[in-house]
């Protein structure tokens, strides 16, 4: 691990003035994710600023019915809250699917939308990596690919996104909030958040140099059948080959997103409109433009599969 220097911030807006104030600066909370990085030198900010005094930690219902979560919740809070798992049941089922129970209890909010990628090569500072270091090349084109994406890739990079409580609030059509150094907010739709790699795979998301995520909003809830399917390897503590969030009603119509596929949360609004037709309509639809390798073809089919579970254990409920 390179030197840094360290400071705390009391407040949303000092923290992104921090940030605009020292080049190489980073966000730090649980730090379950860029610590790991700053000990493999595959990130190496020279300055950190610890953001869990910013007050961002309550879950707090809005004027519109829905609940604004703040980015420094922890994901086992989250997950247990009651009006969560009441009227957002897809989320809690997602976040428990994911990582550990240590895990849970130390990463925040904004941490688990803004992890980087597993992708081997990234991890592996021997390989070619545009992710890690822009313009040396993608070793994962032509090499292992099993867990990697099948669309919405690039020439550049074929990493996927690793998290499962994105998907949720991917289907959930949640809002990321941000404040910028000059006290300037925005708000962000969950499937405008996250970049496919294009040419810029180092770019992970649409935020600016030193923008700071404040919260999540969730919008009124929908009612329906919350289902998180998750496919992988192991049993816990591993990342899905394919995951499939889906609010589902009665009449058979919903949305659904995808994991474990893409670069970033997976929907495409138009294959929802397939639902009353079954999950190979919607799977066409939705992956219409898929590119596989011969590792990864699987899962194609392995998405057909899990929706179609997920729509029969929604009819069943």
Same mark, same amino acid.
């Not at 600023?49 to 609940?67: Q, S």
């Not at 998290?163 to 909030?177: S, W, Y």
């Not at 409109?273 to 433009?289: F, I, S, W």
């Given at each position: 691990?390179?030197?840094?220097?360290?400071?705390?911030?009391?407040?949303?807006? &000092?923290?992104? #003035?921090?940030?605009?104030?020292?080049?190489?600066?980073?966000?730090? #909370?649980?730090?379950?994710?860029?610590?790991?990085?700053?000990k493999l030198e595959i990130e190496a900010p020279r300055h950190l600023?610890?953001?869990?005094?910013?007050?961002?930690?309550?879950?707090?219902?809005?004027?519109?019915?829905?609940?604004r979560i703040g980015a420094l919740v922890t994901n086992t809070d989250l997950a247990a809250d009651a009006r969560v798992r009441?009227?957002?049941?897809?989320?809690?089922?997602?976040?428990?699917?994911?990582?550990?129970?240590?895990?849970r209890n130390k990463a925040t909010t904004a941490g688990n939308l803004l992890q980087r990628t597993r992708c081997?090569?990234?991890?592996?500072?021997?390989q070619a990596c545009n992710k890690r270091r822009p313009g040396s090349g993608c070793a994962a084109i032509g090499g292992y690919s099993r867990q990697l994406a099948v669309i919405g890739t690039s020439t550049a990079c074929i990493a996927t996104y690793?998290?499962?409580?994105?998907?949720?609030?991917? #289907?959930?059509?949640?809002?990321? &909030?941000?404040?910028?150094?000059?006290?300037?907010t925005r708000r962000i739709a969950m499937g405008d958040f996250h970049r496919l790699p294009g040419t810029t795979p180092h770019l992970d998301t649409v935020l600016a140099p030193g923008e700071?995520?404040?919260?999540?909003?969730?919008?009124?809830?929908?009612?329906?059948t919350h289902i998180y399917r998750k496919v992988r390897d192991r049993a816990s503590y591993a990342f899905a080959l394919v995951s499939v969030a889906a609010v589902i009603g009665k009449d058979g119509t919903g949305r659904v997103a995808v994991?474990?596929?893409?670069?970033?949360?997976?929907?495409? &609004?138009?294959?929802?409109? &397939?639902?009353?037709?079954?999950?190979?309509?919607?799977?066409?639809?939705?992956?219409?433009?898929?590119?596989?390798?011969?590792d990864n073809a699987f899962k194609v089919p392995l998405v057909e599969r899990t929706l179609a579970a997920v729509m029969e254990e929604a009819k069943a409920a």
């Open positions: 691990m390179k030197p840094f220097t360290y400071e705390r911030a009391k407040s949303p807006g &000092e923290a992104a #003035a921090a940030a605009a104030r020292t080049l190489g600066a980073r966000f730090i #909370a649980g730090g379950t994710n860029l610590l790991d990085l700053m600023i610890d953001v869990n005094g910013t007050g961002l930690d309550r879950i707090e219902p809005t004027a519109e019915g829905g609940l009441r009227d957002y049941g897809v989320l809690t089922r997602a976040i428990v699917a994911g990582a550990s129970g240590q895990l081997p090569y990234f991890y592996d500072t021997n690793p998290g499962d409580m994105a998907v949720a609030l991917r #289907a959930l059509d949640a809002t990321v &909030e941000t404040v910028r150094a000059d006290g300037a700071f995520v404040t919260g999540v909003t969730l919008p009124r809830p929908i009612g329906g994991g474990g596929i893409a670069p970033r949360p997976w929907r495409v &609004e138009a294959a929802e409109a &397939e639902m009353p037709r079954g999950a190979k309509a919607v799977t066409a639809r939705l992956l219409a433009d898929a590119k596989p390798t011969h």
